[in-house]
């Protein structure tokens, strides 16, 4: 006679509070990536290209002066290239930095404003009381 096997249940280890809130940390520390949808990069990334590309305006064969004439053209300039190739290497800030810092702006030009604001008034009544009496 054949043994018939007993499944055997297999019991989950719950997780305690300190390891969720290691995997939550974890899984918020990771950073998050914006998806592009390809609608709006494939007609920036062919009009990229048609601008960088190189145009031969005059073909001639070789010749002595063939190299004067048959210079390549492009639209656009090299510094245009140059500096679209920097901006992608700029970490910009996150939306909440860049709220603080303009807070910080505003609230900066608030106080110095007024200070202006006392100096002013202050030297108005100088003038008036000491220089004009």
Do not use: C, N
Not at 12 to 23: F, G, L, N
Not at 28 to 35: E, V, Y
Not at 80 to 107: C, D, G, H, N
């Amino acid at each position: 006679m054949a043994r018939i096997k007993k499944p055997s249940l297999r019991v989950k280890k719950q997780e305690t509070v300190r390891q969720r809130a290691e995997k939550q940390l974890a899984k918020s520390a990771q950073p998050r990536r914006k998806k592009v949808t390809t609608a709006t990069t494939k007609p920036i990334k062919g009009a990229f290209k048609i601008l960088t590309k190189e145009f031969h305006p005059i073909k001639i064969s070789k010749g002595k002066h063939a190299e004067l004439l048959t210079s390549k053209v492009t639209f656009m300039p090299s510094f245009i290239k140059e500096s679209y190739a920097e901006l992608k290497l700029v970490k910009w800030p996150t939306f909440r930095q860049a709220m603080s810092s303009t807070f910080a702006v505003i609230a900066f030009s608030v106080v110095i404003a007024l200070f202006v604001q006392l100096l002013g008034y202050g030297f108005d009544k100088l003038l008036k009381e000491v220089v004009l009496k």
